[in-house]
């Protein structure tokens, strides 16, 4: 049987689904700090009322992946809190969710996507470059609020997009 991989922007009622996915592998390889706390106890607040969004990955109804876009100035997003649930991944659903951020960012006339992430998080960068993405020299990135970043990465948007693809059969 054939399933259903459908993206779609934040809603109320998701907050939990945001959390459980980003704690689930913050915690596989670091430990939770005070900014991923503030960002989970108000997604809506810290994220979408700041001009960004927050998409919600779907496998047959139920949320398997997220990524939040923090708007942080008119021509860039920060790509944040994106992961593939472990059960789902080795699927190609990290690649689809990502290219989802790019088209959106795009479609909303963003010039550029930054992101922090850490070196030991080897398929996720892999996946950046693969799309694209940039190291940047530690000079052209300001500190982190992380303490687990140790690299910063950024992708250069160009042309356009009419409507992001939202649903997927896998």
Request: net charge positive; aromatic share 8%.
């Amino acid at each position: 049987m054939e399933k259903t991989i459908r993206i779609r922007e934040f809603r109320p009622g998701d907050e939990a689904a945001f959390r459980r996915l980003s704690e689930e592998w913050i915690t596989r390889y670091f430990s939770l700090e005070a900014k991923d706390r503030e960002l989970f106890d108000d997604p809506q607040g810290r994220v979408i009322a700041q001009g960004g969004l927050i998409l919600i990955m779907e496998n047959d109804g139920q949320p398997v992946g997220c990524c939040a876009l923090i708007n942080k100035d008119h021509e860039t997003f920060e790509i944040a809190k994106m992961t593939v649930a472990k059960a789902h991944q080795g699927r190609g659903l990290g690649r689809i969710l990502l290219q989802s951020c790019i088209d959106r960012a795009r479609l909303r006339g963003k010039k550029r996507l930054f992101l922090e992430t850490n070196s030991k998080l080897e398929a996720a960068v892999g996946l950046y470059r693969k799309l694209g993405f940039v190291e940047l020299p530690p000079s052209a990135w300001p500190p982190s609020a992380y303490t687990r970043v140790d690299l910063a990465m950024e992708l250069r948007l160009t042309g356009v997009v009419e409507r992001p693809q939202d649903e997927f059969a896998g």
